[in-house]
């Protein structure tokens, strides 16, 4: 299994933008399918965007066009750029790997927009 790390979240006022890391450790980054969830308060986790192997990327609907995810296989890392962040948005966010339908989770950061 992939070790992850997330890093990047934090407090964030309505409109600004935040960069979210995921770091993962071991052999083979490129040949996982690479994911951003989030669980607000209250609420089940989702998928926010995924990238393939091939580069492919979906999103959540009511992120298309302020979110951007991408990989750096060279650097084993994944990343969610956040613009235009919004009070809804506020939850904590997760790193998921899978390959061969086995799936690794980060621990995890937290994102607040707030005023």
């Known amino acids: ?30 040949g996982y399918h690479m994911g951003w969830h989030r669980q607000a308060p209250g609420k089940q986790r989702g ?37 235009n962040l919004k009070p809804e948005d506020t939850a904590v966010y997760y790193c998921k790997a899978r390959r061969l339908s086995v799936d690794s989770w980060g621990q995890g950061t937290e994102v607040t927009v707030s005023a």
Do not use: H, W
């Not at 990047?8 to 980054?29: H, M, T």
């Open 47 to 83: 998928l926010v965007a995924s990238i393939a192997t091939s580069g492919i990327t979906t999103y959540l609907d009511s992120v298309k066009g302020r979110f951007t995810i991408s990989r750096d296989n060279a650097k084993n890392t994944v990343y969610l750029q956040m613009n």
């Open 1 to 30: 299994q992939v070790q992850l790390v997330e890093s990047g979240g934090g407090l964030v006022q309505p409109g600004g933008s935040l960069r979210l890391a995921c770091a993962a450790s071991g052999s083979d980054f490129s």
